[in-house]
């Protein structure tokens, strides 16, 4: 008779967040976790971990993965992190570079699924729309000054390297 394998734990994640492009390295630690056949990272499948021993697994985060949970699966069964795994947004460029009050810019950059919200010069957007997890368009709004654009996410706030000009 086969004794059953007691199901893995998570007790800790670590870091708890990195960039949407992937390639962060989380250490998971927890029991059970020798035999882990399979990691999700925010229910995307990583393709890439390796098992350090019972009580650690060392995981490469993929780069279609969105802020959640981690799940671990081995033969015993599945564990999810208490813990939340967060990605963190980028701002790669946006268009147009300068426009007035009602504008439209479409804003590109990664991990922008989650966004709750979009500055043009530290002047919050009434109006923005998330497009996808690479593009959100926002409206210039009322009070906009000349300076960075920053979008935040549940992982964090991005600011783009180079200015949005508020023109008259």
Known sequence: MQTAL????????SPTSGPAAGGTVVTITGTGLTQTTKVTVGGVKATTFTVKSDTSVQVTIPSACKTGKITVTTNGGAATSSSTFYVTPTITSFTPTSGKVGTSVVITGTGLTQTTKVTFGAVAAITFTVKSDTQVTATVPTGAMTGKIAITTTGGTATSSVTFTVTP
């Not at 007691?6 to 994640?13: C, R």
């Open 6 to 13: 007691p199901p893995p734990t998570i007790t800790g994640l």
